[in-house]
Protein backbone atom coordinates (compact mmCIF):
# COMPACT_ATOMS: atom_id res chain seq x y z
CA UNK A 1 0.00 0.00 0.00
CA UNK A 2 1.80 3.51 -1.24
CA UNK A 3 2.31 6.01 1.89
CA UNK A 4 3.60 9.42 1.45
CA UNK A 5 6.30 11.50 3.41
CA UNK A 6 7.04 14.79 3.57
CA UNK A 7 10.97 15.54 3.54
CA UNK A 8 12.74 18.64 3.15
CA UNK A 9 15.86 18.19 0.40
CA UNK A 10 18.42 20.55 0.09
CA UNK A 11 15.81 23.35 0.98
CA UNK A 12 13.08 22.20 -1.21
CA UNK A 13 10.09 20.59 0.65
CA UNK A 14 9.30 17.35 -0.83
CA UNK A 15 6.17 14.88 -0.96
CA UNK A 16 6.88 11.49 -2.43
CA UNK A 17 5.06 8.61 -2.22
CA UNK A 18 6.40 5.24 -1.55
CA UNK A 19 5.39 1.58 -1.23
CA UNK A 20 7.05 1.59 2.12
CA UNK A 21 9.72 -1.03 1.75
CA UNK A 22 12.18 1.46 -0.10
CA UNK A 23 15.37 2.74 1.94
CA UNK A 24 16.13 6.06 1.53
CA UNK A 25 18.58 5.83 -0.54
CA UNK A 26 15.86 4.52 -3.00
CA UNK A 27 13.85 7.40 -2.78
CA UNK A 28 16.48 9.71 -3.27
CA UNK A 29 17.97 8.24 -6.46
CA UNK A 30 14.98 6.90 -8.14
CA UNK A 31 12.11 9.15 -6.92
CA UNK A 32 13.94 12.65 -6.45
CA UNK A 33 16.76 11.95 -9.46
CA UNK A 34 19.78 12.66 -7.08
CA UNK A 35 22.64 10.54 -7.97
CA UNK A 36 24.99 11.80 -6.15
CA UNK A 37 24.23 9.87 -3.15
CA UNK A 38 25.49 5.87 -4.14
CA UNK A 39 24.35 2.44 -3.54
CA UNK A 40 27.38 1.04 -2.43
CA UNK A 41 27.20 -2.45 -0.39
CA UNK A 42 23.94 -2.08 1.09
CA UNK A 43 24.99 -3.32 4.62
CA UNK A 44 26.74 -0.12 5.85
CA UNK A 45 30.12 -0.93 5.34
CA UNK A 46 31.21 1.65 2.55
CA UNK A 47 29.67 5.33 3.40
CA UNK A 48 28.96 6.14 -0.35
CA UNK A 49 25.04 6.65 0.59
CA UNK A 50 25.80 8.78 3.77
CA UNK A 51 23.83 11.94 3.69
CA UNK A 52 23.19 14.59 6.12
CA UNK A 53 19.61 13.56 8.21
CA UNK A 54 18.72 16.61 10.54
CA UNK A 55 22.14 17.74 10.94
CA UNK A 56 23.69 13.85 11.39
CA UNK A 57 25.42 12.10 8.97
CA UNK A 58 23.72 8.69 8.19
CA UNK A 59 24.09 5.93 5.85
CA UNK A 60 20.97 5.86 3.41
CA UNK A 61 21.22 2.45 2.76
CA UNK A 62 20.07 1.05 6.15
CA UNK A 63 17.67 3.90 6.82
CA UNK A 64 13.79 3.20 5.87
CA UNK A 65 11.79 5.91 4.13
CA UNK A 66 9.28 6.52 5.65
CA UNK A 67 11.39 6.93 9.01
CA UNK A 68 12.70 9.87 6.96
CA UNK A 69 9.03 11.57 6.57
CA UNK A 70 9.56 15.12 8.53
CA UNK A 71 13.27 15.19 8.25
CA UNK A 72 15.61 17.45 6.23
CA UNK A 73 18.07 16.10 4.40
CA UNK A 74 21.37 17.38 2.43
CA UNK A 75 22.68 15.76 -0.41
CA UNK A 76 26.08 16.12 -2.20
CA UNK A 77 24.00 17.97 -4.97
CA UNK A 78 22.75 20.69 -2.15
CA UNK A 79 26.69 21.06 -0.68
CA UNK A 80 27.61 23.59 -3.49
CA UNK A 81 26.26 27.24 -4.25
CA UNK A 82 26.03 27.64 -8.25
CA UNK A 83 28.98 26.32 -9.58
CA UNK A 84 31.38 27.00 -6.84
CA UNK A 85 32.25 24.07 -4.72
CA UNK A 86 32.24 23.74 -1.18
CA UNK A 87 35.29 23.92 0.85
CA UNK A 88 35.27 20.48 1.36
CA UNK A 89 35.03 19.26 -2.10
CA UNK A 90 38.20 22.03 -3.29
CA UNK A 91 40.31 20.35 -0.69
CA UNK A 92 39.68 17.08 -1.65
CA UNK A 93 40.64 17.96 -4.94
CA UNK A 94 43.41 19.29 -4.04
CA UNK A 95 44.90 16.74 -2.16
CA UNK A 96 44.34 14.62 -4.50
CA UNK A 97 42.29 12.48 -2.51
CA UNK A 98 39.50 11.88 -5.49
CA UNK A 99 40.04 9.20 -7.95
CA UNK A 100 37.05 7.21 -9.50
CA UNK A 101 34.42 9.61 -7.34
CA UNK A 102 31.95 7.16 -6.17
CA UNK A 103 33.12 7.37 -2.67
CA UNK A 104 34.00 10.99 -2.42
CA UNK A 105 30.25 12.59 -2.23
CA UNK A 106 29.75 10.29 1.44
CA UNK A 107 32.91 11.67 2.70
CA UNK A 108 32.53 15.13 1.87
CA UNK A 109 29.06 14.79 3.68
CA UNK A 110 30.43 12.95 6.54
CA UNK A 111 32.98 15.74 6.92
CA UNK A 112 30.35 18.08 6.53
CA UNK A 113 28.45 16.82 9.66
CA UNK A 114 31.30 16.80 11.92
CA UNK A 115 33.15 20.08 11.11
CA UNK A 116 29.51 21.80 11.12
CA UNK A 117 29.55 20.47 14.53
CA UNK A 118 32.65 21.05 15.83
CA UNK A 119 34.84 22.83 13.27
CA UNK A 120 37.77 22.05 16.02
CA UNK A 121 37.87 18.01 15.19
CA UNK A 122 41.00 16.66 16.55
CA UNK A 123 42.94 14.56 14.46
CA UNK A 124 41.32 11.31 16.10
CA UNK A 125 37.92 12.83 15.13
CA UNK A 126 38.62 12.87 11.99
CA UNK A 127 40.16 9.74 11.46
CA UNK A 128 37.27 8.31 13.10
CA UNK A 129 34.90 9.53 10.24
CA UNK A 130 36.90 8.59 7.76
CA UNK A 131 37.01 4.89 9.10
CA UNK A 132 33.17 5.07 8.18
CA UNK A 133 33.78 5.00 4.31
CA UNK A 134 35.58 2.89 1.97
CA UNK A 135 37.55 3.70 -0.74
CA UNK A 136 38.78 1.56 -3.05
CA UNK A 137 41.04 3.80 -5.36
CA UNK A 138 42.84 6.44 -3.45
CA UNK A 139 45.17 5.81 -0.67
CA UNK A 140 43.65 7.16 2.65
CA UNK A 141 46.74 9.52 3.26
CA UNK A 142 45.47 11.49 0.51
CA UNK A 143 41.93 11.76 1.98
CA UNK A 144 42.76 12.60 5.54
CA UNK A 145 45.26 15.03 3.94
CA UNK A 146 42.36 16.76 2.18
CA UNK A 147 40.71 16.59 5.40
CA UNK A 148 42.58 18.47 6.79
CA UNK A 149 43.07 20.92 4.33
CA UNK A 150 39.27 21.26 4.46
CA UNK A 151 38.86 22.10 7.85
CA UNK A 152 41.46 24.81 7.16
CA UNK A 153 39.27 26.18 4.47
CA UNK A 154 36.03 26.13 6.66
CA UNK A 155 38.07 27.74 9.53
CA UNK A 156 38.70 30.61 6.99
CA UNK A 157 42.85 29.67 6.59
CA UNK A 158 43.84 29.22 3.41
Not at 21 to 36: H, P
Not at 40 to 54: K, M, P, R, Y
Request: contains cysteine; positive net charge.
Amino acid sequence: MAQKISITVNGIKRTVEIDGWEKLVDVLRDKLGLTGTKKGCDDLSCGACTVIVDGEAKKSCSMPAIKADGTTILTIEGLSKGKTIHPIQKALIEAGAVQCGYCTPGIVLELYALFTKNIDATQEEITNALAKHLCRCTGYEAIFEGAILAQRYMKGNK
